[in-house]
């Protein structure tokens, strides 16, 4: 909230040089630090399943290309994005 430069400097309109400047105290943040992680400790591990190689480089753009342009299927309506499960 600076008013107009005189002699290059800025005048605050608002707070004076002379008056305090109060500063609220930090706020309390999200929660108690012993319940961190609770959620992810009580869920069961889950061995990771074996997947199949992903393709690179020519042949994952083949791919791409095929899915968005190629195997396109026309219908009315919004277009459902390619994570839409529905």
Do not use: C, W
């Amino acid at each position: 909230m600076g008013g107009p430069l005189i002699n290059k400097v800025l005048i605050n309109k608002t707070n004076p040089p002379d008056t305090p400047i109060s500063f609220l105290p930090p706020g309390k943040v999200h929660g108690s630090l012993a319940r961190a992680g609770k959620v992810r400790g009580q869920t069961p591990k889950v061995a990771k399943q074996e997947k199949k190689k992903k393709k690179t480089g020519r042949a994952k753009r083949r791919m791409q290309y095929n899915r968005r342009f190629v195997n396109v299927v026309p219908t009315f309506g919004k277009k459902k994005g390619p994570n839409a499960n529905s």
